[in-house]
């Protein structure tokens, strides 16, 4: 009434027959069986496999997007900056009116904003 397990080598006896007997019945199966771990290990794994691809196809689209929304501030900047190379009373003006620079003998005077009007708003 007890029966025993089958052991790992019955186990695996009893497998490679079963692959025996379907690779005379059915002689094509290997080369289906090969193209499809061909196909898993090709497409499926590794570095190079689909779901890389996809992620890769995402982050050059974020990469793009980041890229085209900052180009115009670039190109803002980058006149901007050839304008202070080139302009020389721009560079003046902008010494003076954000660093508060001035020529010898000159007075610069600072206005604060009123403070009392500022605390009643």
Do not use: W
């Not at 009893?14 to 196909?39: E, M, S």
């Not at 900052?70 to 803002?76: D, G, I, K, S």
């Not at 206005?111 to 009007?117: F, I, N, Q, R, S």
Request: overall charge positive; glycine content about 2%.
């Amino acid at each position: 009434m007890t029966e025993l397990k089958p052991t790992f080598m019955e186990r695996l006896q009893r497998f490679l027959t079963t692959i025996a007997t379907c690779n005379k019945r059915y002689p094509a199966l290997r080369y289906i069986l090969a193209g499809v771990a061909v196909f898993i290990f090709t497409f499926l794994l590794g570095n190079n496999s689909l779901f890389h691809y996809v992620k890769n196809q995402r982050r050059k689209a974020f990469i793009q997007e980041e890229y085209n929304r900052y180009l115009p501030q670039y190109e803002a900047d980058s006149a901007r900056l050839s304008d202070i190379r080139d302009n020389r009373e721009h560079i003046e003006r902008i010494a003076r009116e954000q660093y508060y620079m001035h020529l010898p003998g000159e007075e610069v005077f600072v206005l604060a904003p009123d403070t009392a009007t500022a605390a009643q708003h």
